[in-house]
Every structure is written in C-alpha cells, then in structure tokens.
C-alpha cells in the first residue's frame, strides 16, 4: 500500500507540483489525475496518514503519535547502509526527527522522478535522435537500483507498522479506484 501511495503521489505531482491546488473538484476533468489523487485519498485514509497534501509533502503526519519507532527505522537504514550509526548516535526519541528525514528523502525522490520523466515525453524517435534516448534510459536503469533504498525508507515511513489490506478491502472500505490506470492514460494522450 505504502509503495502504491508514494508512487501516485511522485507521479501525480509531476503532473501538477501545486499540491494546495490538489482537489477532486479542480481534476475531475482531468482522469489520470483524478484517480491518482482518490487513490492517494483512499491510501492515506488506510494508513491513517492524516492532514493536507501539503501536510503530507512535507511529513507533518510524522509527528503523530506511534509513528516514531527509532528500532525499526534504524533497522531499515542499517539493511543498506550499516557504517551510518557508526557516526550517528541516536539514544533515545528526542534525537530522532523523522519528519526531516522523510522531507528531505522526498524531496530527493521527486528531483529524481522528474530526471526519469524526461523521455516520457518522447513518444517516437529514430536515427541520431535514439542516442540521447539510449544515454539516459542506462542512467535511469543505474537510478532505479540506488533509488530502491530511498523508497525502502519511504516505505517504512509511510507505514511503520505494517497496516495492510486487500484490494478489495481498499475498495470497499476507504473508496479506492478500481481503474486502469494506464489505459486511462493511454486513452489521455
């Protein structure tokens, strides 16, 4: 849930940065984004993430009670980076501050959502045309490996405790999209 809910949200934010102007009413003739933004409603209501868009952005809901387990976020660090509590020593609580941590990851996350997206404007090309094309797709294969450990903290962040459910249940229950999302893309263009 947590991954579906970061990615609709890179994604719809590269569509539209202005997350204050983030409604159903200012989408709703806009598909792609409108579902984008009821899955992120449906998500954010299932992992009892609460507030505004721009809340959310900035990892406000990180100073809710009980999201602030500093085991098991030191745990997710240290499965990738494990020299880091070599030099960061954090005792107790008042050390931690996850809601930087999380702003400051996504922040990083969207710059790098946007470099992929680059070529996704390209729709055809071919000859000399295909070199820059080619150059950047390696890159972005290079990206998406080193990228996995950001969104692993992400993750981890968006869902402490491991709060799960069914599509179905997600339907039912918070209103998510039962939708195809790349075919309404598809159909968009």
């Known amino acids: 849930m947590e991954k579906i809910l970061l990615t609709s ?17 200012n989408f709703a003739k806009n598909p792609p984004r409108l579902y984008r933004l009821q899955k992120i409603d449906s998500l954010m209501a299932a992992l009892k993430i609460e507030g505004s868009y721009q809340e959310f952005e900035y990892g406000e809901f990180l100073f809710e009670e009980g999201r602030q387990d500093l085991a098991g976020f030191k745990s997710r660090i240290e ?30 996350r969207i710059k790098v959502q946007q470099l992929v997206n680059v070529k996704t404007c390209v729709l055809e090309v071919s000859g000399i045309n295909t070199i820059p094309l080619t150059i950047i797709s ?17 993750y981890y962040l968006l869902n402490p405790i491991g709060i799960n459910y069914t599509k179905e249940d997600l339907i039912t229950k918070f209103n998510y999209p039962d939708v195809d999302l790349a075919q309404i893309d598809k159909d968009w263009i």
């Open 9 to 25: 949200f890179l994604e719809l934010y590269t569509l539209n940065n202005d997350t204050a102007k983030w409604s159903l009413a």
């Open 79 to 108: 499965e990738n980076y494990p020299f880091i509590f070599e030099t960061v020593f954090l005792n107790n609580r008042e050390d931690s501050d996850f809601q930087f941590v999380f702003e400051v990851l996504l922040r990083y």
């Open 138 to 154: 390696d890159i972005d294969k290079k990206l998406q490996k080193d990228i996995a450990v950001i969104d692993n903290i992400l």
